[in-house]
């Protein structure tokens, strides 16, 4: 199955990185699995002095979070994620009070001519 995925420049840099090696089952980057990823976490939160418990799966709600904030639509952050189905996506990724602002922005700016016909003057 082929698929497509737009990639932002610091990836293209990070695969041109790495474009003259080999690794395990035709992966293009080294993957390490949860528990490795999880201790270099910890390992770097202690030397930034990040109390927070730092793990992969925090990684990705964290993702999903901002993404969202930024407008990107819960669909594509689900499609993004490889999630099957969009419920998955939606117990993680929370929407901010920043997003809600925006969309009720954007749906009163929509609505501004039907609004303006039922004007009443008190």
Do not use: W
């Not at 395990?24 to 418990?53: D, F, S, W």
């Not at 954007?106 to 016909?117: L, M, P, V």
């Amino acid at each position: 199955m082929d698929y497509f995925i737009p990639m932002m420049e610091i990836s293209n840099k990070i695969l041109e990185k790495y474009k003259n090696e080999t690794f395990k089952n035709g992966k293009l980057l080294p993957v390490k699995v949860n528990l490795t990823v999880n201790r270099h976490l910890k390992e770097i939160a202690e030397i930034c002095g990040i109390k927070k418990h730092l793990t992969f799966h925090l990684s990705r709600h964290t993702f999903a979070t901002l993404t969202m904030s930024k407008g990107v639509s819960l669909e594509s952050v689900s499609k993004m994620l490889g999630h099957k189905d969009i419920k998955t996506t939606q117990i993680y990724a929370k929407m901010t009070t920043e997003k809600v602002s925006r969309d009720m922005a954007i749906f009163k700016e929509s609505i501004k001519e039907t609004e303006n016909k039922f004007v009443i003057n008190f």
